[in-house]
């Protein structure tokens, strides 16, 4: 399934709070056993193994229409599953929910057998029919049941969407039965271990067309009434778990082709097929489809293969067997209107759906506490999909802009949990739905690709195909695909592992987390230790591996690749070779293959920066963003003090490409977070102006003059977007000007938006901030106008910006009308007007005001928590979803809050309408908004350094308080000073003692002064120094330049050798061409002044947004669960 169940908020949150509270919870073992059957098997929250279902025949009456007598929407169905009996029973155990049994079941053999009584289970979701006497062990039985249902708009089972066309509003009925909701549509055995085959029969109108997983046989009519029905008979599926099943009801229309000999159609409401919005899908999805029949050398087993974008729907995409279900802004693209990210977003969607045809539907999970092995696979192929349709980008920079920094930051937590957990752990509908996680989507693929690089891509996809052959309509464990990759590793000789593939794999695969491997380079010592955000917090769950990991660390001694190191479970590994004196540098986890942070010892982490700021290229751009990544976040681990975590960004005003803005992008929240109140705070806004202020004048110059023109590559366009909000956000006044001058245009001028697509977040959103009510007005109507969902969503998210609480009241009362915001966006919305300052309290007494009708409308306990965690997380804005509720937070100050939160979670679908449970969510509000304070006190590492005015701040700190001027120097070029730039000075003097050009040795003399640098001093100062290194070497400028770029690109070359080379290559180009671009302009010395604008200067919500847009790619290419509320994770 793709991601992004609304409100799912944060399931891994929700799964480590399971853990938390359940100190019975071990870790995961190799071969679970489920728990034995209490004496009655409808006890059990596992179907007994005494039948097994052969096929299943179903018929499915959906009315779209209100029934007279009830008011209701409803469906009716029939249904009879052939049965074998595998052990013999006097009692058939299948799931079913909400159900109402017209007819009382009939089971037949060979003869007749008397049902004695029949009810439903409620606790377990079974239907129980009791016999007379027992089915015999070896004999095949059926059971023939018909019920109704009703068709809701809850986004679950079969269910109904409405929406607004021409003039009218339409309904359409559309199935989403992962990972427990086949049993609402028709009593089955709802295990994905249980496959079966298919005959389905749908009866709809007319003006009606139907599809499902395979094509028609037959259509026929039925007069009802007066009135004329037609009936139509699918063709038999393949053997596949009920899970999979699925029809749309619709008046929608399609295009079509054909690929590779299998029929492809886009499906969507009228107006956006016309109007070409399922194009590029169209043409994506069949070359996506013949890489993946290539790569996996399995045809896709089907005939034909639909592509639905539905109105109404709960995930990014679901991945039903031949009929694939999106959401609309992940399978309709509109040329021109939508951005480069909608677009990436969309193509990682679908190829995340495309590749679970394999893996997940012809290759199933044994039960859902295997789950990455679904959704790891889809998410790391969807990743080399991805480079395939767009060769300029390479799979690493696309894994480290969405797989790896998820990754790596839900799996930091204490109550992370395992990739392959207990089948114990596993058992109700709740805890499966937690696993659909960053943990088992970005983990499941980390881990993927970590084996793919150091098992080398050949023998990785060896042992793939062998185990997709031999599990082919078959279900599987983790210990399968170990045993397979085992068998390929065991078939060459190229490749050698320290010990088997076992040891390895199950340290990553049967503990949760990874370690941060310290490079110490004056010892030559490599060392590993569990890394946790919250480095007081303790990991409940134990480990027979001890958090120890085998750890493959790939590493360059200056540009030069060196052969990989594995540290062991023994955790210390001595390198010669990594002992140097001299002014060599050491970078390890090149491209941010493995699954670790960084650290190194003060020396070369010194080496780093000067390199950062000299010759940032030397550097490959994945691991530019990867020493940001890590630095913060080792930092925050208390493994190195913030000022260091500064200094990576220190370079960053010469930076031209998106990932490193990404990365102190996603950091700058938490930093904005623990200096919000205090003076620092406009100090840190100070210093990010003057590392964006370059670049975005870079990016105006280049493509941009007024903003109205999107520069033609996507990279720049990504680093557009992210430089452009950072810039609103914090405060630049020509930013904003140039905003607002392109909104006023649209106004004027509605039919045609001068505004570029990357850019409409950013633009509507200030502009919504800073104008009135006719400039939410036009937002309002630009919204119900729209025919582009992306468009719309963008909208949607810029309406919460506003600043007036009596509009945000308005739009907060539009959210109970699911004809003017769709219901799959109301909670969302409700919580993007509470992550706005301003719309906080409104947003909270929204909810207690219209709490029954809420708890009606979206009666599951997932959807009303993550609406919770939503509006009572921080006070501070901030994306509102993807593990980021309440409880969630990365930096786990607020542990004991996630775990009573969690606690309560498990009840609260039945203790809704309780008193107290407003009460316990109003107190988790009053202390959401208090707890910045207590942060503030508890964090006096980070403030003792982050000082301002020449006062300390951080009372509690135990280090020397340092000279008042060095803490404002952090947060300025200054702060360099102290650490990274006094070994510059003293290389530079046992480099160069003979230096000819005394004004170079000036500047270098400069930057260690206390007098504060420039920009342009510290950028010319360094420049110059490469100069000077030049000029010992008897080259020019120019020849130095040339000579470094030839290092790269021989240095990616050979990085390229793991079937790569292409894709690195075009990344070397990239980035060299850039960099050198940026340092040419640079050095043209037509920078812009500093001059400053009207200083408008506190947290805006452009930077967030864009954020939480960013995150929503992520989470819609699907990613966990989630969403909610909001999308824009
Ligand atoms: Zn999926």
Not at 633 to 656: D, P
Not at 956 to 973: D, F, H, I, Q
Not at 981 to 1001: G, I, N, Y
Request: charged fraction near 20%; include cysteine.
């Amino acid at each position: 399934m793709s991601a992004l169940t609304l409100l799912g908020l944060s399931l891994v949150l929700q799964t480590l709070a399971t853990v938390a509270c359940d100190p019975s919870v071990s870790e995961g073992k190799e071969t679970q056993v489920r728990t034995p059957h209490p004496l009655k098997p409808w006890e059990s929250a596992y179907l007994p193994n005494s039948l097994k279902p052969i096929s299943y025949e179903v018929q499915l009456w959906p009315w779209l229409f209100r029934e007279k007598a009830s008011g209701l929407f409803l469906f009716h169905g029939r249904s009879k599953v052939t049965l074998a009996c595998l052990n013999q029973t006097k009692v058939i155990v299948l799931h079913s929910k909400a159900l109402n049994y017209t007819k009382p079941p009939r089971v037949f053999g060979r003869d007749t057998l008397t049902v004695r009584k029949y009810w439903q289970e409620k606790a377990n979701e079974y239907l129980v029919v009791l016999l007379d006497k027992h089915l015999e062990k070896g004999k095949v039985y059926s059971l023939h049941t018909a019920f109704s249902g009703e068709l809701t708009p809850e986004m679950a089972g079969l269910y109904r969407c409405q929406y607004q066309e021409e003039g009218s509003i339409r309904f359409l009925a559309v199935t989403m039965m992962q990972p427990t909701n086949a049993r609402k549509i028709f009593p089955c055995f709802d295990d994905p271990a249980l496959k079966a085959t298919f005959d389905l029969t749908v009866i709809h109108r007319p003006q009606h067309s139907v599809i499902s997983n395979m094509p028609p046989r037959a259509t026929s009519e039925m007069w009802v009434r007066g009135q004329v029905w037609l009936v139509t008979r699918f063709q038999r599926t393949p053997l596949m778990s009920p899970y999979l099943l699925a029809c749309v009801v619709s008046d929608f229309r399609f295009i079509e082709e054909t690929s590779n000999g299998v029929t492809i159609r886009v499906w969507a409401r009228k107006q956006a097929v016309e109007g070409g919005q399922g194009d590029f899908a169209l043409q994506a999805a069949g070359r996506l489809l013949h890489f993946y029949e290539q790569q996996f050398q399995l045809y896709y087993p089907l005939k034909k293969l639909d592509l639905v974008a539905v109105p109404c729907f709960d995930s990014g995409g679901m991945e039903n067997w031949g009929v694939i279900i999106f959401r609309e802004t992940n399978l309709l693209f509109q040329a021109g209107e939508n951005s480069e990210s909608s677009r990436q977003s969309l193509l990682l969607v679908l190829a995340h759906e495309l590749v679970h045809q394999w893996f997940g539907n012809l290759v199933t999970i044994q039960w859902w506490n295997d789950l990455w092995l679904n959704e790891g696979f889809a998410t790391y192929f969807s990743y080399l999909g991805n480079t395939f349709i767009n060769p300029d980008w390479t799979v690493d920079s696309v894994f480290a802009a969405n797989g790896l920094h998820l990754t790596l930051e839900s799996d930091a937590l204490a109550n992370s949990h395992p990739l392959s957990i207990g089948e114990q752990e596993v058992s109700t509908t709740e805890h499966i739905s937690q696993l659909f996680d960053n943990i088992s989507y970005e983990k499941g693929a980390s881990v993927l690709r970590m084996v793919s690089n150091f098992l080398t891509e050949k023998v990785f996809l060896q042992g793939l195909l062998s185990y997709l052959k031999e599990f082919s309509f078959r279900t599987v464990t983790y210990t399968d695909l170990r045993t397979h990759l085992q068998k390929a590793v065991n078939n060459q000789s190229a490749v050698s592992l320290p010990t088997n593939l076992k040891s390895i794999l199950d340290t990553w695969v049967l503990q949760l987390g990874y370690p941060v491997v310290t490079v110490n380079t004056s010892s030559g010592l490599l060392s590993q230790q569990h890394f946790l955000l919250d480095s007081s917090s303790t990991v409940a769950r134990t480990s027979k591996f001890g958090y120890r990991w085998y750890v493959p660390v790939t590493w360059q001694m200056n540009t030069t690749l060196q052969n990989m190191i594995w540290i062991n479970r023994t955790t210390k590994v001595f390198v010669r070779k990594a002992v140097v004196k001299d002014q060599t540098w050491i970078l390890a986890n090149i491209n941010a293959v493995g699954i670790y942070r960084v650290n190194y010892d003060d020396k070369n982490w010194d080496k780093l920066l000067i390199l950062l700021m000299k010759n940032r290229d030397a550097i490959p751009v994945i691991n530019r963003a990867q020493l940001i990544d890590d630095a913060f976040s080792l930092a925050r681990g208390r493994h190195i003090r913030i000022s260091r975590a500064l200094e990576t960004t220190h370079y960053l005003h010469t930076e031209t490409e998106h990932l490193p803005w990404d990365m102190l992008s996603n950091h700058l929240d938490f930093m904005k977070l623990i200096l919000s109140g205090s003076p620092s705070y406009s100090l840190l806004e100070e210093y990010i102006l003057s590392k964006v202020r370059p670049v975005y004048q870079y990016f105006m110059e280049l493509a941009w003059a007024e903003l109205d023109t999107a520069p033609t590559d996507s990279c720049d366009q990504f680093a557009q977007e992210v430089v452009a909000g950072l810039a609103c956000s914090n405060g630049l006044w020509e930013c904003h000007k140039v905003a607002r001058n392109l909104y006023s245009l649209w106004m004027a001028q509605p039919d045609v938006n001068p505004v570029p697509p990357s850019l409409r977040p950013v633009v509507y959103c200030r502009s919504v901030t800073e104008g009135g009510q006719a400039e939410w007005d036009f937002a309002w109507k630009m919204y119900e106008l729209a025919n582009s969902a992306a468009e719309a969503e963008i909208l949607r998210y810029s309406l919460a910006c506003s600043v007036n609480a009596s509009v945000l009241d308005r739009y907060l009362s539009l959210t109970m009308m699911p004809w003017k915001i769709k219901r799959q966006d109301a909670l969302a919305t409700i919580v993007l007007v509470a992550q706005n300052i301003n719309g906080k309290k409104p947003a909270w007494n929204f909810i207690k005001t219209n709490w029954a009708t809420l708890i009606s409308e979206f009666s599951t306990a997932e959807a009303i928590v993550g609406l919770l965690e939503g509006v009572t997380s921080r006070s501070y804005r901030r994306r509102p979803t993807g593990g980021k509720g309440l409880g969630q937070r990365e930096d786990g100050i607020a542990e004991p809050i996630k775990v009573k939160v969690k606690c309560d979670t498990a009840g609260i679908g039945h203790k809704l309408g309780e008193q107290f449970t407003f009460h316990w969510w109003d107190h988790i509000f009053n202390k959401a908004a208090a707890d910045i304070v207590v942060e503030t006190q508890e964090d006096g590492v980070v403030l003792q350094k982050v000082t301002s005015g020449g006062q300390e701040e951080g009372a509690v700190s135990n280090k020397k308080p340092r000279r008042a001027a060095v803490g404002r120097e952090m947060l300025y070029g200054r702060f360099v000073k102290a650490t990274t730039l006094t070994p510059h000075r003293e290389q530079a003097e046992a480099e160069e003692p003979q230096s000819s050009d005394s004004s170079d040795q000036d500047e270098a003399l400069d930057l260690s002064s206390t007098r504060r640098l420039t920009d342009e001093e510290l950028l010319r100062a360094c420049g110059g120094r490469t100069a000077h290194k030049g000029a010992r070497h008897g080259l020019t400028m120019k020849a130095k330049l040339l000579r470094l770029e030839e290092q790269e690109q021989e240095f990616l070359a050979k990085y390229g050798q793991r079937g790569r080379t292409a894709g690195a290559e075009a990344a070397a180009r990239t980035d060299v061409g850039k960099g050198t671009k940026m340092n040419k302009w640079l050095a043209k010395g037509e920078r812009p002044t500093r001059e400053e604008g009207p200083g408008i200067g506190t947290p805006e919500e452009e930077g967030h947004r864009l954020k939480a847009k960013k995150h929503k790619r992520r989470r819609e290419k699907e990613g966990g669960k989630d969403t909610g509320i909001g999308k824009r994770r």
